[in-house]
């Protein structure tokens, strides 16, 4: 697997080794210890999520301040431009944004730990989005950060307003919005 750091470094892009021919392909798409040594720390994942969305769907920007989340994403068919923004007020880099193009043909991940809100936009026509938790879904205690906050200036690579869920709408900004410590 080939890891390549981000200009946040705890946010980490993960490349399986993809074995192709004229039948197809196989690669190894999850091995729990070849992932800690990756990330450099053990991780124990409790949820595997999948969306199907259409193009221009946006969701998030997600995070929950109890049962914090740490999760591993990639997707199976499309494409998304994903995103991750640092809410840990503590960080050098918090208020800061990593984007990257996931998608069923470059087969990438991406790590999102623990302490930041993540969202992606559907570029393809449709995209299946998977994605591995360390935590559970506590729907209480989530939180939406706005995304389109001109503070965070995410620059989405959509050229009209994206299809939102009611409450991607309501997010918050980030100067309003409860962070990490």
Same mark, same amino acid.
């Given at each position: ?10 946010? *980490? ?5 993809? =074995? %192709?021919?004229?039948? @197809? ?5 999850? /091995? ?54 640092? *809410? ?5 880099? =918090? %208020?800061?944004?990593? @984007? ?5 043909? /470059? ?75």
């Amino acid at each position: 697997m080939k890891v390549t750091s981000t200009n946040i470094p705890d946010i *980490l892009i993960l490349e399986p080794k993809v =074995f %192709g021919d004229n039948r @197809g392909f196989f690669f190894e798409s999850f /091995n729990q210890q070849a992932f800690n040594i990756a990330i450099g720390q053990e991780i124990l994942f409790v949820q595997d999520n999948h969306s199907h969305s259409a193009k221009g769907v946006l969701r998030g920007l997600h995070y929950q301040i109890q049962h914090p989340q740490g999760k591993l994403v990639r997707v199976t068919q499309g494409k998304i431009y994903d995103v991750a923004v640092d *809410l840990r007020k503590s960080s050098t880099t =918090f %208020g800061q944004w990593v @984007g990257t193009e996931l998608s069923d043909e /470059n087969h990438r991940q991406v790590w999102v730990p623990a302490g930041f809100a993540h969202g992606f936009v559907v570029l393809s026509e449709s995209a299946d989005v998977l994605y591995k938790t360390t935590d559970y879904y506590a729907p209480k205690h989530e939180h939406c950060l706005a995304w389109n906050d001109n503070i965070i200036d995410i620059r989405w690579p959509i050229s009209s307003d994206p299809i939102l869920s009611e409450k991607d709408r309501q997010g918050e900004l980030l100067e309003n919005t409860e962070y990490f410590l």
